[in-house]
């Protein structure tokens, strides 16, 4: 793309440059030719014009030496009067040259000849002069072509490999602009093509999951009345009930494999984080920003507390609520992360408050609704701020309107507090 960008402004740079050098530079050389000529007829005038008073006043022209400062240095002059000789002053030349002839009052003609050599050179030099513009001209043409090119291609390689991710299901936000309406469109679209996936995902997996709890309820009770009938004195009947009980017990595997399916693929690339370390990383990039405005960023975090999660999604979702504190917020903002004690200690708890007005009473129930915004924003980043939480199994909820607190419940790790191990997902229904 870049490539094709700065070949095509080249070449538009370069047709242009010539098509005005070209003319330009024979209309320069001409021009040189016509001034050359000019000068060489007003001379001529002036010799024809001081020979006819030399003649009116009777005197002998044979002497030119009284308009030998009219003819240029180097030049020749040719006097012609009717039946004499021709008179001549000045060395004979021969080769390219360059003549004017004037006519005299008394029927009389004068020829002035220069070498056309210095003529040549003024045209060389003037067309050496134009060639240099347009080279000069193609030069910066380069380089804007080079600038525009990869102002043009480093956007558009962007708004590539955004596209590329979010087919590989990368569905965060990305809230790099490009200060060119055409990308910045893409951009914004890509963003709510994001969320969009995001949620549809979200709703296909959750589907499977729940088709599949459903029917592993309906399988077991078939279950047991098969073992029931299979206890039958009827050996026919009981033979008939095992080979269905062996059928129902294949189907659910099957069902167990796709319910399993179904929980990993909710937490993709979950695995346990130390939460006091990633939340105060994040809470490093936001602090100089809240600084900047007069506020302030406060951790309250327990200590050793591990998250079962996907990282890239955790900071993503606390940048969303961080974010929306900076631009709807006041005050002091104020991250804590503590155990989930009132749910068996299965969960932890991150909350995100604010000490500005709060979430209006009317907005509250759709504030993770998508395009929904108290503050003219575009109404995305809540909606995939809890569409990624709830991918990694956890569960993002608006606990306090006034001040605004978000809290966000994550799972524990299943397998023991042990870093750097991703836990695989339980193989059994729930």
Not at 24 to 43: C, F, N, P, W
Not at 322 to 341: F, I, K, W
Request: aromatic content about 2%; charged content about 25%.
């Amino acid at each position: 793309m870049r490539r094709r960008i700065l070949l095509a402004i080249l070449l538009a740079v370069t047709v242009t440059a010539c098509a005005l050098g070209i003319p330009l530079g024979y209309s320069a050389m001409e021009m040189v030719e016509s001034v050359t000529r000019a000068d060489l007829m007003s001379r001529s005038q002036q010799i024809t014009a001081a020979l006819d008073d030399e003649i009116a006043q009777n005197h002998d022209i044979t002497d030119l030496s009284v308009v030998q400062l009219a003819v240029p240095k180097g030049g020749q002059l040719t006097v012609t009067m009717p039946g004499e000789v021709e008179l001549h002053l000045g060395d004979p030349l021969t080769g390219d040259t360059i003549s004017e002839e004037a006519v005299m009052i008394q029927k009389g003609r004068i020829r002035l000849t220069i070498d056309a050599g210095p003529m040549r050179t003024r045209q060389a030099q003037v067309a050496a002069v134009v060639a240099l513009v347009v080279v000069l001209t193609i030069a910066v043409g380069t380089v804007v072509a080079m600038v525009t090119a990869r102002r043009l291609a480093r956007p558009l390689r962007h708004v590539a490999d955004r596209a590329s991710k979010l087919g590989a299901g990368d569905f965060r936000l990305d809230r790099t602009r490009y200060r060119l309406p055409e990308l910045d469109m893409v951009a914004e679209a890509l963003d709510a093509s994001a969320l969009a996936l995001a949620q549809l995902v979200q709703r296909e997996r959750d589907l499977v999951g729940d088709v599949s709890h459903q029917l592993r309820s309906r399988l077991t009770a078939l279950q047991l009345r098969l073992e029931a009938l299979a206890m039958m004195p009827d050996d026919d009947a009981a033979s008939e009930a095992r080979e269905a009980l062996d059928q129902a017990e294949r189907l659910a595997d099957v069902l167990d494999e796709l319910l399993a399916a179904a929980r990993e693929a909710r937490a993709v690339g979950a695995e346990p984080v130390d939460l006091p370390q990633e939340l105060t990383a994040i809470a490093n990039e936001w602090r100089e920003l809240l600084r900047q405005e007069g506020r302030s960023l406060r951790l309250r975090l327990a200590p050793g507390l591990l998250a079962r999660v996907t990282p890239a999604r955790l900071r993503e979702a606390v940048g969303v609520l961080l974010d929306n504190a900076y631009r709807h917020g006041d005050g002091t903002v104020t991250v804590s992360a503590r155990g989930g004690e009132a749910v068996g200690g299965e969960t932890v708890v991150i909350e995100v408050t604010d000490g500005g007005a709060g979430v209006p009473d009317d907005l509250a129930p759709h504030i993770f609704e998508r395009g929904v915004s108290g503050a003219g924003s575009t109404g995305l980043g809540l909606a995939l701020a809890r569409a990624l939480v709830d991918s990694d199994g956890g569960r993002l909820e608006l606990s306090i309107a006034r001040p605004a607190t978000f809290t966000v419940f994550l799972p524990v790790p299943k397998a023991g507090n042990v870093r750097g191990v991703r836990w695989p997902t339980e193989r059994s229904p729930r």
